[in-house]
């Protein structure tokens, strides 16, 4: 390959450089897809579901052959406290219909047959490659060097992950601050189709996206998910680097005692863990993104902090695959005038603006922020939890209205109605 010049090379194959592959390689260009795992997806992990539409709109009805699990029906917010829970549940059997919301996924299979549908568009890909450095010629980027071999491309697109070290090499970003990024943990727990399906209260092609706050964490910045597959569960916690940074606290203890939370415990029952994993996770948005472009260089997906999280709703693979389509339409772009320099690949930045990427990252810019409020993660989980507990238990004592009530729980919860209004306004600007 030392003698070959493609238009492009791709480092990594997840969703945003799989796409990108397969974009370009549609269009007959020249493509190389580099993955350090054994396949594509074997060392990718996330929560567990992806939104139909950006995959969707660049191959029409993919669910059709690819490996996806459930379609979500249902979708549920968890409020925990040590020894009680509040959810907030809705249902929308829409969206089990053509073109489907969103899926649960098994990156390990999936990243595998997206992988593989670039490779059938005309990219060549190459697994247990460990890309050690990029080749720079006149502050170009020119070609990548992996261990003895030297290959080269017009472009180089990095779709290396959050802690992208092409992206450092290229000059485009600095090391990242611990509030940018959070670990996320998780565990695959085999259990039958059939106890799924009744525990959930599903049928066998429909499933549950949950999410979770409070004690879960401890109070910690962060949540937890549950994703219903086939015949597993996706369970997990994703938790903010800074928070954790000052605490002792180990998220194996802590991911142990999610699970065994009496609300937790009896729907992952005779369950069996298949696989662990963790990962690093973007979490400032817009906030965190690096340069995108440089001479003959892109940055593309999670490289890019292209996700998006807004406590209640969390978007990466939309994000990683539409990204991955902007920079091949970019590169497409650059290749018509044979120019790659820096100016030509602006049009990558054009792309993303007209997308939804730009967009919902720049409306939801102050999110990140409103989400370090540490009161989000203990004492308004346990607000809520406690007042709906007092709101249906019946004891035969004297009886009591509902405002106050609440305002005794506000009082008893250390707040004030200063805070709340406080919070409540921060949240709307934000979200």
């Given amino acids: 390959m030392s003698d070959d010049k493609f238009t492009a090379i791709v480092i990594g194959g997840g969703p945003s450089g799989s796409t990108a592959a397969y974009v370009l390689a549609k269009e007959g260009l020249d493509v190389l897809l580099i993955e350090k795992g054994d396949t594509s997806g074997s060392k990718n992990m996330f929560g567990g579901r992806m939104y139909s539409h950006a995959l969707n709109r660049i191959i029409p009805g993919f669910w059709e052959e690819a490996p996806v699990e459930r379609a979500v029906t249902k979708e549920i917010i968890t409020f925990l406290t040590e020894d009680k829970s509040v959810s907030v549940i809705c249902q929308n059997d829409n969206w089990a219909k053509e073109p489907y919301h969103s899926f649960t996924l ?26 050690d450095d990029l080749i720079i010629e006149n502050n170009k980027v020119v070609g990548i060097k992996a261990g003895e071999d030297e290959m080269y491309a017009d472009v180089i697109i990095a779709a290396d992950g959050v802690n992208s070290l092409m992206a450092q090499k290229a000059g485009l970003r600095k090391d990242l601050e611990p509030k940018q990024v959070a670990t996320g943990i998780k565990q695959i727990i085999k259990l039958s189709k059939e106890k799924i399906n009744d525990r959930f209260q599903v049928t066998d092609s429909y499933g549950v996206a949950q999410l979770f706050v409070g ?15 086939k015949d597993t ?7 903010n680097i800074s928070a954790l940074r000052h605490n002792t606290i180990r ?13 937790i415990a009896p ?17 400032a948005g817009i906030n965190m993104k690096p340069q995108l472009i440089g001479e003959g260089f892109l940055v593309v997906g999670d490289a890019a902090g292209f996700v998006l999280n ?12 539409a990204s991955g389509e902007a920079a091949a339409k970019a590169v497409i772009e650059a290749k018509k005038s044979n120019d790659f320099s820096k100016s030509a690949l602006l049009a990558y930045e054009r792309y993303l603006k007209q997308s939804f990427v730009m967009q919902h990252l720049e409306i939801y ?6 989400l370090e409020n540490e009161r989000l993660y203990g004492k308004y989980p346990a607000l809520a939890a406690n007042l709906l507990t007092k709101m249906f238990t019946v004891d035969g004592g004297q ?3 509902l405002f106050g009530t609440a305002m005794n729980e506000i009082k008893m919860s250390g707040l004030s109605l200063a805070k709340l209004a406080m919070d409540g306004w921060k949240g709307m600007r934000s979200l």
Avoid: Q
């Fill in 399 to 401: 009886p009591r209205r």
């Fill in 106 to 131: 098994l990156r390990a299979e999936f990243d595998r047959w997206l992988a593989s549908k670039a490779e059938e568009a005309g990219a060549i890909v190459a697994t247990s490659i460990k890309v």
């Fill in 215 to 229: 004690h879960c964490t401890k109070g910690l910045h962060g949540g937890g998910f549950l994703y219903t597959n």
């Fill in 365 to 370: 810019r102050k999110a990140p922020h409103f």
């Fill in 233 to 239: 569960i996706s369970i997990g916690l994703v938790i």
């Fill in 267 to 283: 729907i992952i029952e005779d369950g069996e863990v298949e696989e662990y994993s963790a990962h690093l996770v973007p979490e």
């Fill in 310 to 321: 807004l406590g209640f709703l969390v978007r990466g693979m939309d994000f990683a695959i």
């Fill in 251 to 263: 998220l194996v203890d802590l991911l142990e005692d999610f699970k065994n939370h009496p609300s």
